[in-house]
């Protein structure tokens, strides 16, 4: 998985090689709506993420780090593709708000997660604020991942368990979502090259929901990401929109830390 997105870094921003370009708006769009209906930040008077310490998991060359840091938040991220980190790194550098960005490459959550914490102990440091993340993104990386289950318990595990949010997006495993993500990307259109994705790591809501309490989360929202057609606008080839009644294909959650006291 690691060398079949490094091969990818280098058309990573350009959004006819990419898919991610036309599906991430609505991914924004349903952080921004999480986060303004937890925190009730809704005058406009700062940046929706100011303050907060958002962790990026699987950033590939910087999407959502990038859309993250100019909402306001700090932003760290991770990847294990050295090659692609380097793409993020440099492309970070065109924009004032996104050039202070911490990318690591050649890390695991695992990694990360193991670090985090040791560092945490050597410093004696048991303050929420600055040992947990406020916001962790883990957008379209665990329909990858080996380890699912294993990736939602490390990020849990850093996730600042008051107020904290985990946002996952991924792929329901269904005939539509063959069609309409391999066959179509992959085959017909040549998207992406054959290979993308398996079918068979695809995870329903309800089987994410199960990994995320057995990892201490609760869900609090999901919804669907559909296709538009046709597209709103001229310029985009692809458009989508949240829809709380169609997770048969992409689809996104939230949760959070559950409350012991329930």
């Keep these: 998985?690691?060398?079949?997105?490094?091969?990818?870094?280098?058309?990573?921003?350009?959004?006819?090689?990419?898919?991610?370009?036309?599906?991430?708006?609505?991914?924004?769009?349903?952080?921004?709506?999480?986060?303004?209906?937890?925190?009730?930040?809704?005058?406009?008077?700062?940046?929706?993420?100011?303050?907060f310490k958002a962790l990026d998991v699987g950033c590939g060359g910087g999407l959502a780090s990038e859309s993250l840091a100019r909402l306001g938040a700090s932003v760290t991220a991770i990847d294990p593709s050295?090659?692609?980190?380097?793409?993020?790194?440099?492309?970070?550098?065109?924009d004032p708000r996104t050039q202070n960005i911490d990318y690591r490459g050649g890390i695991s959550i695992e990694e990360f997660a193991a670090n985090h914490?040791?560092?945490?102990?050597?410093?004696?440091?048991?303050?929420?604020?600055?040992?947990?993340?406020?916001?962790?993104?883990?957008?379209?990386v665990i329909e990858h991942a080996t380890d699912p289950a294993?990736?939602?318990?490390?990020?849990?595990?850093?996730l600042k368990p008051s107020g904290g949010v985990l946002i996952v997006s991924t792929i329901n495993r269904t005939a539509k979502s063959f069609a309409g993500t391999i066959l179509a990307?992959?085959?017909?259109?040549?998207?992406?090259?054959?290979?993308?994705?398996?079918?068979?790591q695809f995870l329903s809501p309800k089987e994410v929901r199960t990994m995320?309490?057995?990892?201490?989360?609760?869900?609090?929202k999901t919804s669907g990401m559909v296709l538009v057609v046709p597209p709103p606008t001229t310029t985009a080839l692809f458009s989508?929109?949240?829809?709380?009644?169609?997770?048969?294909?992409?689809?996104i959650g939230a949760y959070q830390i559950k409350d012991s006291t329930q």
């Excluded at 990307?185 to 068979?200: A, C, K």
């Excluded at 995320?212 to 609090?220: F, H, K, N, S």
């Excluded at 989508?240 to 689809?251: I, R, S």
Aim: hydrophobic share 40%; net charge negative; charged share 20%.
């Design 240 to 251: 989508f929109a949240l829809n709380d009644n169609d997770t048969d294909m992409n689809w």
């Design 82 to 94: 050295n090659e692609i980190v380097r793409v993020a790194q440099t492309h970070a550098q065109l």
């Design 117 to 140: 914490h040791l560092a945490k102990a050597a410093a004696d440091d048991d303050d929420e604020d600055t040992t947990f993340f406020d916001l962790i993104c883990i957008l379209d």
């Design 212 to 220: 995320a309490e057995q990892a201490g989360l609760e869900e609090i």
């Design 185 to 200: 990307p992959e085959y017909i259109l040549r998207l992406l090259p054959v290979g993308t994705h398996s079918w068979q």
């Design 1 to 51: 998985e690691v060398s079949k997105f490094s091969d990818l870094s280098s058309s990573w921003w350009d959004p006819l090689k990419n898919p991610l370009h036309y599906i991430h708006p609505v991914r924004m769009q349903f952080i921004r709506n999480i986060i303004t209906t937890l925190n009730d930040n809704d005058n406009g008077k700062l940046p929706l993420l100011q303050h």
């Design 150 to 158: 294993g990736l939602l318990k490390h990020a849990a595990s850093l």
